[in-house]
């Protein structure tokens, strides 16, 4: 968690795994719920950045929800970095750090998601040239746990990253 009172840009991941009942993902909301107990343990959060194309069997976009939630809460407008334009966890990394960057954000950065996704997100905002703190939500789904297994060796490994690219030169469709 970052220092109590560091300026912070939160990148807050999405999560396309709907409700039993078809509705917004538990996994975002989770999420939010921690983005939201940064705040009330005297985290200034400059800006919020959520760049997920969710979109839940009930019609729910996830840019609609979390917008909702985010300035019901008490966050303004242009406090929040709010488009639908990443797909994968990797697109939404490079968002983040293009539109910071283009916001001129100084300041600590921290990304909030689930528990089992920290490490793969820490790796790729790394990667990016952002150092942040990486705030694992307590919220998963046992499909999530499952699928994230591989994706972390894909994309963190040197192994990952070589079998990566032998899938991109065979079928680029099926690497991004």
């Known amino acids: 968690m970052p220092e109590e009172g560091n300026v912070v840009h939160v990148l807050l991941h999405g999560n396309r795994h709907a409700a039993r009942d078809g509705g917004v993902s538990p996994q975002l909301v989770g999420r939010i719920?921690?983005?939201l107990g940064m705040r009330r343990k005297n985290h200034v959060i400059e800006h919020v950045y959520f760049f997920a194309t969710d979109v839940y069997p009930d019609g729910t976009r996830a840019t609609d929800f979390v917008w909702e939630r985010l300035t019901g809460c008490g966050f303004l407008p242009e406090q929040l970095t709010i488009e639908a334009i990443a797909d994968t966890t990797h697109a939404e990394v490079q968002a983040f750090a293009s539109s910071r960057e283009r916001k001129g954000g100084r300041g600590k950065v921290a990304a909030v998601t689930s528990f089992y996704h920290t490490w793969r997100c820490a790796f790729l905002l790394r990667r990016e040239g952002c150092d942040a703190k990486v705030i694992g939500a307590r919220s998963f789904a046992f499909r999530d746990l499952?699928?994230?297994?591989?994706?972390?060796?894909?994309?963190?490994?040197?192994?990952g990253?070589?079998?990566?690219?032998k899938i991109k030169a065979r079928s680029p469709r099926l690497a991004a």
């Not at 499952?146 to 192994?159: D, G, R, Y």
């Not at 990253?161 to 690219?165: A, G, I, N, S, V």
């Open 33 to 35: 719920n921690a983005l």
């Open 146 to 159: 499952i699928l994230e297994l591989p994706k972390l060796m894909l994309e963190c490994t040197p192994a």
């Open 161 to 165: 990253q070589r079998l990566k690219e």
